[in-house]
């Protein structure tokens, strides 16, 4: 990445993933200037490569990456490392300020950031996130299809993910207590249930062995899935009163937006996992798209009526 930033663009995008690099694209591609901030921190960064993505399927995600900047970098747009730490309303458009103190002024924002998982507490969770502890079927599955695989009950979409991945495999195991509907489906379906508490994830040569419980017992898994509380990352939009508020489906936190993106504040555009938690890459990336375009299409109408003024003001002088 550059560090080059101008003092202003037409469109600041805030996080450089799918999503803001898609809606980069599509506003450079239509002759806008462009600055897309990235802090470096996507959240597929432990998986070893995208799924259910037509033509880029097994392609690791820095590559993908790698690839986005250097086509929006080709249409003039700018990529830019940082973390954006504040946005205040100036005039008609926004001041951005960085975490080091750098400042840009735009005349529109798209905010990318993307979202945070927060995993159970469990001991040796957190260190196979992405490769062995798995959240996401259509993202993962195929990869343990046949294994055995543990479901941790972790959130309200837990017996969900049971139902979806007993799917890929008939030894699966559902580690928590469903009650009603919920445990005559999973009995329905064949699929174990374990009550006992979950003390740990045992790991051996480097992968997932088994799930430890508080009696001691150790259950051989290969893989161990988990219903993470997904939270957006956007702490700065509070600065332009935007605020999340709780996803309906009970998942985490959100930020919401319209179908095309636009937010409740004029120009603040937002697109792929800050808004839609459950958006995979090429969700996010359609997503970047589409705001890309009717944030063109806003400043073209923005800038056609001020055109317009200007042409009134001119004609009666000229045939006066």
């Known amino acids: ?27 450079a591609r239509s002759r806008r200037s462009v600055v897309v ?32 900047r250097a086509e929006v970098r ?6 830019v490392t940082g973390e954006i730490t504040g946005a205040a309303r100036d005039g008609d458009g926004f001041l951005v300020t960085l975490a080091d103190g750098r400042q840009v002024r735009c005349r529109r924002l798209l905010v990318t950031t993307g979202l945070v998982d927060e995993l159970p507490d469990v001991p040796g969770l957190r260190e196979r996130w992405g490769r062995d502890v798995l959240h996401c079927p259509y993202c ?43 445990a005559e489906k999973l009995a329905a379906l064949g699929i174990r249930v ?37 939270v957006a990352r956007g702490g700065f939009l509070g600065d332009l009163g935007l605020h999340p508020v709780d996803h309906p489906s009970g998942a985490g936190q959100h ?9 409740d504040v004029p120009g603040v555009w937002l697109a792929g996992n ?21 944030i063109n299409a806003d400043l073209v109408m923005t800038e056609t009526g001020q055109a317009v003024e200007a042409y009134r003001r001119r004609v009666p002088a000229a045939t006066a």
């Open 1 to 27: 990445m550059t560090d080059e930033l101008r003092d202003a663009y037409d469109v600041v995008v805030a996080g450089g993933g799918a999503a803001g690099l898609n809606g980069a694209l599509m506003l």
């Open 37 to 68: 901030i990235d802090a470096g921190a996507p959240r597929n960064a432990p998986a070893s490569g995208i799924h259910g993505l037509l033509g880029r399927e097994n392609m690791p995600p820095s590559e993908l990456l790698d690839r986005g």
């Open 74 to 79: 080709g249409y003039g747009a700018h990529v």
């Open 140 to 182: 993962h599955g195929w990869e343990v299809r046949d294994r055995a695989i543990g479901v941790l009950a972790s959130g309200p979409m837990s017996v969900h993910q049971a139902l979806l991945f007993r799917q890929l495999t008939d030894d699966l195991v559902f580690f928590g207590a469903p009650e009603g509907d919920d």
């Open 194 to 230: 374990v009550t006992a508490a979950v003390t740990a994830v045992e790991t051996h040569e480097d992968r997932i062995s088994g799930v430890r419980l508080d009696d001691g017992t150790v259950i051989a898994r290969e893989a161990l899935v988990v219903a993470t509380r997904m």
């Open 255 to 263: 930020y919401p937006a319209g179908p095309t993106g636009g937010t």
């Open 274 to 294: 800050v808004t839609d938690l459950s958006a995979q890459v090429g969700a996010a990336a359609a997503a970047g798209a589409l705001a890309g375009a009717h």
